[in-house]
């Protein structure tokens, strides 16, 4: 059933009559309704040198769609949950920290006892001359850590975490650092990432990617510096810690339990967005580096809000974007489609049909710029656009003044013009984008995970949808 909606909507999408179309990694901040982002993976991977082009997918991959598409640990092997260390805090010079239940704060990672604290009181650390001080007491570690009791929760700045917090001295100030296991970062992760209304089996999807998307960046140093995993911002993944947890994102988390992909037993970079615009996008066309698992697919995307969306200028304003990006062109005369991926296609165009650059040529030069570029400079949703033109026309009424566009009438400037060529902006008063889709294009698209949930099918079969050849293999 999907497929035909699929089949029955692409040729729309691909077909000749779009004008310019563009895919670029968007990272755009907010996507307005819901809790909704426009996903992870705004940021390339931090490995850009792990091309695996020439190897095959996972060995033993199973892509069956009979609910044994996910491959279970053997439970003799005795293994322990992942931890992670999320930053919630740095360059601070106190800190105040507490706990649901009574607590204790100890030496480093787990040393010597400095104190016990009972339930809600606050504990301080302060940074003076360059020494740490615990409730006023200098002390000679650098590292504290405070742990409570079984099912309590850690608290900092307000908010409450399962696991325990660690703070750091690192000689400029403190990292506060939640230590907490995979699956319950998971949970305080997953309702920022999608709408906990949403289809039982893509919050499942959502939750293994999630999880994978932490464990690909574990041990990697979210910095040069910094010896954390992962932020708690939109930079990773928003972490929240209990107050965010729902029912339905808890539940979609326990019955994944362990779960992440894999693709040559190693975590995959789960990139994931909103809205695909219908189609999905390779990684190579947008981020440069060839990932064996980001390859386009079709979805679809028909419920999504970010479906069709439409950003006008007129070219004045073309022209000022330009301009305030340091991409002056003078007045604008022209604007072309151009090839400028690295990816060997002939036509410019990526699989998914989207194009690469945009030219705009002017009185004084003229620039291209890439669909990132473009999408920064024009604040667009996606990469995937059509760009149309718009002039004025003056339409006669009756003995009376003339009627402008200005007025709602507008007439397109054939926009068929632009196929792939050069348009020309002469007598052209606007220039519109017509999009689709939110978000850099690839990996999971949520909206299209939600289309497919609903219509039947289960979290593994949406993940193997997604990300081409991959493992979804039980960890723990
Ligand atoms: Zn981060």
Redesign the pocket.
């Given at each position: 059933m999907l497929e035909k909606k699929l089949r029955k909507y692409m040729p729309a999408l691909v077909a000749g009559s779009l004008g310019i179309l563009l895919t670029i990694n968007a990272g755009v901040a907010s996507a307005g309704i819901g809790v909704l982002r426009p996903g992870a993976g705004n940021?390339p991977p931090k490995t850009p040198d792990w091309n695996v082009k020439n190897q095959e997918g996972g060995s033993g991959a199973v892509t069956t769609k009979d609910g044994k598409s996910v491959q279970k640990l053997d439970k003799s092997k005795k293994t322990t949950v992942t931890m992670l260390s999320v930053?919630l805090g740095e360059s601070l010079s106190s800190v105040k920290v507490s706990a649901s239940g009574d607590f204790e704060l100890v030496d480093g990672n787990g040393g010597k006892v400095l104190g016990k604290m009972p339930a809600n009181v606050s504990a301080e650390v302060k940074i003076s001359g360059g020494a740490v001080y615990l409730n006023g007491e200098k002390l000679a570690s650098r590292i504290i850590t405070l742990r409570t009791g079984k099912g309590q929760q850690v608290v900092y700045n307000g908010s409450s975490y399962r696991g325990q917090l660690r703070l750091v001295y690192d000689g400029s100030g403190i990292q506060v650092l939640n230590i907490v296991s995979l699956e319950d970062y998971a949970k305080g992760v997953l309702p920022s990432e999608m709408s906990p209304s949403w289809q039982p089996e893509a919050l499942k999807a959502q939750a293994v990617a999630a999880r994978t998307f932490a464990l690909y960046?574990k041990g990697k140093g979210?910095t040069a510096s910094s010896g954390y995993d992962?932020?708690?911002?939109?930079?990773?993944?928003v972490y929240s810690g209990t107050a965010a947890e729902t029912t339905t994102t808890n539940q979609a988390v326990d019955e994944t339990y362990g779960q992440i992909m894999q693709y040559n037993n190693q975590p995959i970079y789960a990139a994931f967005h909103a809205s695909s615009g219908g189609a999905t996008e390779n990684s190579e066309d947008v981020w440069g580096n060839y990932l064996p698992y980001l390859r386009s697919v079709t979805d679809d995307d028909s419920k999504s809000p970010y479906h069709n969306w439409t950003s006008k200028f007129t070219v004045v304003q073309v022209e000022k974007k330009l301009a305030s990006a340091g991409k002056e062109v003078g007045n604008l005369k022209s604007i072309a489609l151009v090839p400028i991926s690295s990816s060997g296609s002939v036509t410019g165009r990526s699989a998914s049909g989207r194009a690469y650059g945009v030219k705009f040529i002017g009185t004084n030069g003229e620039i291209t710029l890439t669909g990132e570029q473009a999408r920064r400079i024009f604040g667009l949703k996606s990469a995937m656009f059509n760009v149309r033109t718009e002039r004025s026309v003056q339409v006669p009424a009756k003995g009376k003044k003339k009627v402008t566009a200005s007025d709602g009438k507008t007439i397109d400037a054939k926009p068929a013009a632009m196929n792939d060529g050069i348009m020309k902006l002469q007598g052209v008063d606007n220039v519109v984008f017509e999009g689709h889709g939110f978000g850099h294009g690839l990996g999971m698209a949520q909206y299209g995970a939600n289309a497919m949930a609903a219509a039947g099918s289960s979290y593994d079969v949406i993940l193997h949808h997604y990300y081409t050849n991959v493992i979804i293999q039980e960890i723990y």
């Open positions: 940021n930053m960046n979210h992962l932020c708690s911002s939109s930079h990773c993944q």
